[in-house]
């Protein structure tokens, strides 16, 4: 057995090389690795810090138990590995450590293949070298049908796998691996090859790992399946089209289902939405029977809630399982974001048995914010927002867990301010804006999520929205560095958009190379000259000019207000009517003005305090009729976009009549069903494209902090706050603020028909009582 001495190419992997299997066709798309290795000690150590990666994804066991998925999301060139105890896992004696490794083998909304893989491992138990080398052993997972179909075009694929080739428990300590792959040598890489050149730490905690049982069986189907339904297939939706349910509720609580009594299919509900990996224990197979499933969000009358067509929806996860006789048991290979799973059969049932249970993998929050309500609506809605922001918050902010799992940057800059009412906690936001800042267009542009191939998904607006999350960073946190970091990130946005805005008149136009998204509203003017646009780009600008100015950085300070002084004069010239002291949404490209007057534009001008003579009008005319309405605006803002909306009214006073708009929108949703808030308003939300948890939807967290609970951040690191709850008649409120100085703790209870007000603020925090008024 060869002994290898530390290599100076990577101090965190002295020892370590990476392990690889021969792979012929050098086809890694949806491909698994299972690597182990066994070993001695004589005593359990105190401690035994293993450093841990692969390329793409890897599941880690120590004698048998689940130890953590990763690495985290990032770039090979610096690629992230995980600091791990392996202590706790361990036991004197006889000790196995075992590594699924999965391939991507395409690049994706979350990852960018560089065409190579491998799993990596450096660290020690006692005397017990465990660095990746030949002393593993390691086989291709037997029992997967590799390169199925994709769940969705923004993330992984399928998953089949066939239990008659591969139910051997191969990462327990007893498990016999003499037939495995016994010299991995001729297949090593040395750590710090390329393209994985050097490391870099997550820099996050690990994520979750606990595992949550089915809640109920919510319906069934006693149809007859279809007669070839058993072919092989590729596409696990072809298998459902064929056959034709005949859905109807049966909920029974429990998280195991029997198929009995003309049983075929049946639906089961977590109860909420899960962020994870979904877990098969079944019992009773019969040899060859075949077991499909699918994931999903919502269910209608006990149907599956998605598109019936011909050809498949767009987002569908799921797959196949060809079971051996007896017990089956499986852990699917990554996660995935879901609240159902349907299930059904080829044949009799038979008495076959499934139990079902998820490993939740999600960000670790501490979670010390807290808001409750006298009146049931309003805390239903702020728990509902809360499990969609835990969901969407993995080894980084994410738009959605089921269609997507990518860190879309203009989301994330409302995520950061629904976290920071849960969590003082900025690594999420911090290692976002290193990832969005080192991807960009050569012309300057950030990629709107990253690491991405969505070449696609380049957007202006949220590269503007980049320079608003650094200042976000920084009144959270009081700190600069950041900002230091990656100024070049900054210049790089500010040179594209004074290029484009110096060949129109001062004004940042429409740019057909890339997609201007703004929102989802289609009445929205996003061609010629989009006044939004521009008012983001001001944003941005001002923004980054207060930390720049923080950061003593004094010639960035003097171009950027030269550039703000320029923008804004624009803007008042060519985009505002002082007749009407209306806001036009832009100008055609042959430059005359359109006609129409968003609500997206009046509230970031609001914002920007923009004209504030004209901030009167912008609020009777546009902001208060919409947040009254019932949703009739004809430029309806998205659900997403209503932060910003709910902003500006909270600015100029109007506080009841967010916290009512908040109560009657997202109230529809909790109404609905819906565990965590949607990415759409119901009306505009379609089976199958749509996804049902979405962060950006998430933002009543802060507004009702804001509100109710009436703690406004003045200054930053919240070295000084503001107290003022807008007081509801009869409306007990109470809750918890996270801050980097301690918590806040707030409360309003009415006695006799007055209320009695409490505010405790940790040392440091400088506590004002409100004054501004309030309507």
């Known amino acids: 057995m060869a002994f290898h001495p530390p290599h100076p190419y990577s101090s965190e992997f002295p020892q370590a090389y990476w392990l690889k299997l021969p792979e012929p066709l050098r086809d890694l798309r949806d491909r698994r690795f299972q690597f182990r290795k066994t070993f001695e000690i004589k005593e359990v150590p105190a401690h035994a810090e293993l450093h841990v990666t692969a390329d793409a994804k890897y599941c880690l066991y120590i004698n048998g138990k689940f130890v953590h998925f990763g690495p985290a999301r990032g770039f090979q060139s610096h690629w992230p590995f995980d600091r791990i105890d392996a202590a706790p896992y361990l036991r004197p004696g006889r000790n196995v450590i075992a590594a699924l490794l999965y391939t991507f083998g395409i690049g994706n909304y979350t990852y960018s293949c560089a065409g190579e893989y491998g799993f990596l491992l450096s660290g020690s138990a006692g005397d017990a070298d465990l660095s990746t080398n030949e002393t593993w052993k390691g086989r291709i997972a037997p029992g997967y049908l590799f390169a199925v179909a994709r769940g969705s075009g923004q993330y992984g694929f399928q998953e089949f796998f066939d239990f008659r080739q591969a139910q051997d428990n191969w990462f327990a300590p007893e498990y016999d691996d003499s037939d495995w792959t016994e010299d991995l040598s001729p297949y090593m890489r040395i750590a710090g090859a390329m393209p994985w050149h050097r490391f ?20 069934v189907s006693c149809h007859q399946p279809a007669a070839d339904g058993w072919q092989p297939i590729r596409h696990i939706y072809y298998s459902y089209h064929a056959d034709r349910f005949l859905w109807k509720s049966a909920p029974e609580t429990g998280d195991t289902v029997v198929f009995r009594d003309g049983i075929a299919g049946q639906t089961v509900d977590f109860g909420e939405e899960v962020t994870g990996t979904l877990r098969f224990e079944i019992d009773h197979a019969e040899e060859g029977m075949i ?12 149907r599956p809630d998605i598109p019936e067509k011909e050809t498949h929806p767009l987002t569908f996860y799921g ?32 008495g076959l ?9 999600r960000y670790p929050f501490d979670l010390r914010g807290k808001f409750d309500s006298s009146d049931p609506a309003f805390a239903d809605i702020w728990q509902m927002c809360v499990r969609t922001q835990l969901c969407c918050s993995v080894d980084s902010y994410i738009d959605c867990p089921w ?71 920084y009144f959270q946190t009081g700190r600069t560095d950041l900002y230091e970091e990656l100024a070049d990130s900054v210049d790089s946005i500010l040179d594209y958009f004074r290029t484009e805005a110096d060949l129109n008149g001062g004004l940042a136009p429409y740019d057909p190379r890339y997609w201007l998204f703004l929102d989802w509203c289609n009445t ?92 009167d009008v912008w609020t009777e005319q546009i902001l208060l009729p919409l947040v009254r309405s019932n949703r009739g605006n004809p430029i309806q803002p998205s659900s997403y976009f209503m932060h910003y909306i709910f902003q500006a009214l909270k600015l100029k006073g109007f506080r009841r009549d967010v916290a009512d708009c ?15 808030a949607p990415e759409l ?81 940790p040392k440091g925090v400088v506590c004002e009582q409100g004054t501004r008024e309030s309507r």
């Open 200 to 219: 870099e730490e997550r820099n996050l905690p690990l994520l979750t790992n606990y595992v949550i049982p089915a809640k109920e069986r919510s319906s």
């Open 403 to 473: 269609r997507e799992n990518a860190q879309w940057w203009g989301d994330a800059l409302v995520q950061s301010q629904n976290t920071f009412r849960l969590a003082a906690d900025d690594r999420l936001l911090a290692r976002g804006l290193r990832l969005i800042g080192e991807q960009r267009t050569p012309n300057g542009l950030t990629y709107a999520m990253a690491p991405t191939v969505g070449h696609t998904c380049v957007l202006p607006d949220y590269s503007a929205m980049y320079l608003v999350t650094l200042w976000a960073h």
């Open 662 to 676: 908040i109560r009657r929108w997202w109230g529809e949703f909790v109404q609905s069903g819906c565990s965590t």
């Open 681 to 761: 308003f119901l009306e505009h939300s379609t089976p199958g494209s749509t996804s049902f948890c979405h962060a950006w939807s998430a933002h009543p967290i802060l507004h009702l902090s804001e509100i109710l609970l009436g703690v406004r951040q003045l200054e930053t690191g919240w070295k000084k706050i503001s107290f003022e709850p807008f007081l509801i008649p009869g409306l007990d409120v109470s809750g918890v603020v996270p801050t980097p100085l301690g918590d806040i703790r707030v409360g309003v209870a009415w006695h006799d028909g007055r209320a009695e007000t409490r505010c405790e603020v």
């Open 291 to 302: 077991l499909d499933y699918f994931t999903f969000e919502c269910l209608k009358d006990g």
């Open 353 to 361: 048995s499934v139990k079902l249970s998820a490993r939740v993998l």
């Open 524 to 615: 929205l003017f996003k061609q010629g000259t989009p006044t939004l646009l521009n008012l983001i780009w001001l944003w941005g600008l001002k923004q980054v000019r207060i930390v720049a100015g923080a950061a003593g950085d004094l010639a960035r300070m003097a171009r950027l207000d030269s550039e703000i002084e320029k923008l804004s004069g624009a803007i008042i010239s060519k985009l505002y009517d002082p007749e009407t002291r209306l806001l036009y949404d832009g100008l055609r490209p042959d430059g005359t003005p359109v006609d129409t007057h968003s609500p997206h534009a009046a509230a970031l001008a609001v914002i920007l305090d923009l004209l504030p003579e004209a901030h």
């Open 319 to 350: 797959g196949r399982l060809i079971l051996r006789a007896g017990r089956n048991e499986l852990e699917l290979s990554v996660p995935w974001g879901f609240r159902h799973v349907a299930l059904w059969i080829h044949g009799e049932g038979n």
